[in-house]
Nanobody
Framework: QVQLVESGGGLVQPGGSLRLSCATS????????MGWYREAPGKQRELVAT???????NYAAFLKGRFTISRDNAENTVHLQMNSLKPEDTAVYYC???????????WGQGTQVTVSS
């Protein structure tokens, strides 16, 4: 059974930081492109960042260097370090595992991030 379990969300003040983690099981983690997406109320789900099997990272342009994605193939986990958080970063953040070249993709249940004073 495939599981992607996000953790680390919560309430943070503007300018603060959070570190999200996504622990996976049931997949051969090193074969998957891992990503973080987010969905704000009333908006479509959008890409935040991805990291390939080779460790190449890609970020949404709006982040402007504030977030860092990383993967730990030994722990089957992907992280998202979020710094300089803004109220507009408020959203449910979802972990994604995508097997490139196939239609196989998995999603976590999401973790709420709220940036507010």
């Amino acid at each position: 059974q495939v599981q992607l379990v996000e953790s680390g969300g919560g309430l943070v003040q503007p300018g603060g930081s959070l570190r999200l983690s996504c622990a996976t099981s049931g997949i051969i983690f090193r074969l998957y492109v891992m990503g973080w997406y987010r969905e704000a109320p009333g908006k479509q789900r959008e890409l935040v960042a991805t990291v390939t099997t080779d460790g190449v990272t890609n970020y949404a342009a709006f982040l402007k260097g504030r977030f860092t994605i990383s993967r730990d193939n030994a722990e089957n986990t992907v992280h998202l370090q979020m710094n300089s958080l803004k109220p507009e970063d408020t959203a449910v953040y979802y972990c994604n595992a995508d097997l490139s070249g196939t239609s196989v993709t998995y999603w976590g249940q999401g973790t709420q991030v709220t940036v507010s004073s």
